[in-house]
């Protein structure tokens, strides 16, 4: 079992620029895909970065192409989302989880673990 929790959250003003990271409690971090999905008010979960367990295949949902990357470093136990050129629509709760699926997982329930969740903002 891992435990997650998630940092990095807060108010921006659009245009500017967070980090967020997701700390992973708990062995064999390097067995788990990792992905992030975010929830705005009255919304659906929905999709947004994965890595793979070595870090190097990733995928993007189309609203956060080109300005969001995802990463991790498995001696830290760690995944970052670092978000870019934000927008107000961005604005949403942000989940790291964890899943033990195929190479990269994009779909909610194929995820098994999951952080409690950052709040980002995003002002106009």
């Known amino acids: 079992q891992v435990q997650l929790v998630e940092s990095g959250g807060g108010l921006v003003q659009a245009g500017g620029s967070l980090t967020l990271s997701c700390a992973a409690s708990?062995?064999?971090?390097?067995?788990?895909?990792m992905g992030w999905f975010r929830q705005a008010p009255g919304k659906e979960r929905e999709f947004v970065a994965a890595?793979?367990?070595?870090?190097?295949?990733?995928r993007y949902a189309d609203p956060v192409k080109g300005r969001f990357t995802i990463s991790r470093d498995n001696a830290k136990n760690t995944v970052y989302l670092q978000m870019n050129s934000l927008k107000p629509e961005d604005t949403a709760v942000y989940y790291c989880?964890?899943?033990?699926?195929?190479?990269?997982?994009?779909?909610?329930?194929?995820?098994?673990?999951w952080g409690q969740g950052t709040q980002v903002t995003v002002s106009s």
């Open positions: 989880a964890a899943g033990r699926g195929a190479v990269v997982l994009t779909i909610r329930n194929e995820y098994d673990y």
């Open positions: 708990g062995r064999s971090f390097s067995t788990y895909v």
């Open positions: 890595i793979s367990r070595s870090g190097v295949i990733t």
